[in-house]
């Protein structure tokens, strides 16, 4: 069962094109990744999926139905962590969780028990009413894990989930991605780490200016030609991925 679909999607900013008529599909229980450097359309699409900016041209549905005309009800079935950190930073760790369940119109004393298992998942319980100010970096990508799911969402976007972690927090974020691969979650991330993509996805699409240029797992590109994800990354593009 298709639970994303692309076709001929298409974006404009002006005279810049940071879409160019892609087409993609992606399956219920999978975790798909798009590969790319910064600036080849990664974050873009994310944006048209969760129906923050619309296509300029072509069509992306999600559950079925197109983007430009049913975002409220696919916003209340996703969730989202974005590239960017954009907690309250006014607000505790627990208050941030309760404050975004509201838009899911989730009464309190529900989202008030369900925020404490999430944060007991992410391993955040002891920062409870720590304001998110005296978070590390790793924390606060943690917390906002933990928001992306407050409300139970079907598919999850992940935008860049561990840019600026250092290694270890980077592979604890990773443990806590495959655990919901293994629940049956529904993930989509984008990405420029080679071996975040090997780590999670069951299969890539390889970005570039805008264009897809691949679609397959890892284990696949890697053997049609040969080398690493970076040296196929390499081969397809004429360049370097850079970071």
């Excluded at 549905?61 to 974005?82: L, Y």
């Excluded at 404490?116 to 894990?145: A, C, F, P, Q, W």
């Excluded at 890539?204 to 990354?233: C, F, W």
Aim: charged fraction near 25%; aromatic fraction near 6%; glycine fraction near 6%.
């Amino acid at each position: 069962m298709h639970i994303v679909t692309a076709s001929g999607l298409t974006k404009d900013y002006n005279s810049l094109r940071a879409v160019d008529k892609i087409d993609f599909e992606i399956l219920k229980g999978e975790c798909f990744g798009f590969l790319g450097p910064n600036g080849a359309g990664k974050t873009t699409v994310m944006r048209i999926l969760y129906c923050f900016t619309a296509p300029t041209s072509g069509e992306a549905r999600v559950f079925g139905m197109n983007v430009t005309d049913n975002p409220s009800f696919i916003k209340s079935k996703i969730g989202v962590m974005p590239q960017d950190d954009n907690l309250d930073i006014d607000l505790s760790v627990f208050e941030n969780l309760i404050v975004y369940a509201r838009y899911f119109d989730i009464p309190k004393k529900k989202s008030s028990l369900f925020a404490s298992e999430l944060l007991d998942y992410v391993e955040l319980s002891d920062k409870t009413h720590v304001n998110i100010r005296h978070l590390s970096g790793g924390m606060k990508r943690s917390l906002l894990l933990a928001r992306a799911l407050i409300n139970k969402p079907e598919l999850l976007i992940l935008d860049e989930p561990t840019t600026g972690l250092d290694p270890h927090n980077r592979h604890v974020v990773w443990k806590k991605l495959n655990d919901l691969k293994l629940k049956g979650a529904t993930l989509i991330l984008t990405t420029h780490y080679m071996e975040e993509a090997d780590q999670l996805c069951d299969r890539v699409a390889i970005m570039d200016n805008g264009r897809i240029v691949a679609i397959d797992s890892p284990s696949q590109l890697k053997a049609i030609h040969g080398g690493t994800l970076e040296d196929v990354y390499m081969k397809l593009t004429g360049r370097p991925l850079e970071h």
